[in-house]
């Protein structure tokens, strides 16, 4: 379970500076804030929190059920399935028409073989088509639930809360997080599970073909495991700084838009002193998104290195295998096992990025926990027994003249 903590932006990003700015001005800088310690109980903004440590079970079980739940999955599974056998018929097909050796060409034969490759090839098309189509649609789905959800308990929130909270956190949920749960999530969650069923697919062919590949096997998942567990810890909390210090440049450039009337009024002392203080909340926006590519590229670059050792290792067994080996065996053997090594490589890539992505929605259902103003449902007033049910209008004793 996800701690919980406020994250504070430093305080010159809150508040506009001076100017001119001396270097006795930055010093004193440090004290200034141990003097407003004792201020930020009265704030009426609060600062904006942010969760701590893996996304909880909680952030994924409901993900998973606005997809569609075990319904969906269950149907992906069946057509990844199917996308696989296909895949894996063609590929042991082509393998045994290249391993044939009859000494003449045949017509007949080869119409034949082509006609089988064809068909297993146009089938596992037809999966791929099937499997795209209905990842579009789930995310679509599991977006909509999402958006709803926020956008319902948003409005029965209290006036209070969008009092504490500035107007650029809650358009930071509809922006970014959002375009995230929209675009990002739903490709990813399938790009993990072809992933998932291509590499263990490859996998249970390639210790097939070479029993040797199924003792690298057991050390490369522990060390790719070991990589990705020491890569995420920074970058998930990275991740949630570079999402929370977004808010406060929406904030910020909403409301010199709101109030941009009077900051001109007020002359090109004060428009200098917007425009410093919206460098200041880009700067530290850009060092979360710098620190974020460079956790990145670190890992992509460990998890080419391990890339390149399996590689040699691969290529070492099959020149020493060589004579137990049919050439279209040998061609098939080193395929898989460069894919499983690729494979194993995306699938924690993928498992990675989609942990990281997924504090997206972890955001998004914070603001759709909001307490609410009032009971959620219509006010109907019952009167009691004694009150009339119905109404006439009766003339006595009128007289028309």
């Known amino acids: 379970m996800a701690a919980r903590r406020d994250v504070t932006v430093p305080r010159r990003s809150y508040t506009l500076p001076m100017y001119p700015r001396s270097a006795k001005d930055d010093s004193s800088h440090d004290g200034e804030e141990n003097t407003n310690t004792n201020r930020d109980a009265g704030r009426l903004i609060d600062d904006e929190g ?5 996304v909880s079970k909680e952030v994924f079980l409901n993900y998973f059920n ?25 590929d042991l097909w082509l393998s045994h028409w290249t391993g044939q050796k009859n000494g003449s060409y045949n017509q007949d034969e080869a119409a034949y073989n082509m006609k089988v490759y064809s068909l297993l090839g146009a089938g596992a098309a037809i999966m791929v088509f099937v499997r795209s189509a209905t990842v579009v649609v789930v995310g679509l ?7 709803d959800n926020m956008t319902l308990s948003l409005l029965r929130a209290p006036l209070r809360f969008f009092d504490a909270n500035p107007i650029g956190r809650i358009v930071n949920r509809y922006g970014d997080d959002i375009s995230v749960v929209d675009f990002s999530l739903p490709f990813i969650f399938g790009g993990f599970l ?13 210790v097939y073909t070479m029993n040797f590949v199924g ?14 567990n020491f890569y995420l810890a920074p970058s998930r909390d990275i991740s949630r700084l570079w999402k929370v210090s977004s808010s406060p440049v929406l904030s910020h450039v909403t409301q010199s838009e709101e109030g941009v009337v009077v900051i001109r009024a007020f002359g090109q002392d004060i428009i200098e002193r917007m425009l410093h203080e919206n460098f200041i909340r880009n700067d530290m926006n850009s060092r979360c998104w710098f620190a974020s ?31 137990y080996l049919s050439p279209g065996l040998v061609g098939l053997a080193f395929t898989y096992a460069l894919s499983v090594d690729s494979g194993l490589a995306s699938l924690v890539q993928l498992w990675s990025l989609m942990e990281i992505q997924m504090v997206s929605p972890e955001r998004i259902l914070e603001y759709s926990s909001i307490p609410a103003e009032g009971s959620s449902r219509p006010l109907v007033i019952e009167p009691d027994a004694l009150w009339p049910r119905s109404s006439t209008v009766q003339f006595q004793d009128v007289v028309f003249s």
């Open 215 to 228: 003792v690298l096997i057991i050390p490369l998942v522990w060390i790719y495991v070991k990589i990705a």
């Open 66 to 90: 606005s997809l569609g739940g075990v319904k969906v999955c269950v149907f992906l599974f069946a057509v990844l399935t199917l996308w696989q056998g296909f895949q894996i018929g063609s």
């Open 194 to 206: 072809v992933t998932f069923f291509f590499t263990v697919c490859k996998l249970a062919t390639a």
């Open 50 to 54: 942010r969760e701590e440590g893996r």
């Open 141 to 147: 789905r599991a977006s909509r639930h999402l958006f």
């Open 293 to 323: 590519t460079v956790t990145q590229q670190w890992f992509q670059v460990r998890m080419q290195l391990i890339g390149c050792g399996v590689v040699f290792v691969v290529v070492s067994g099959l020149v020493y295998l060589r004579d």
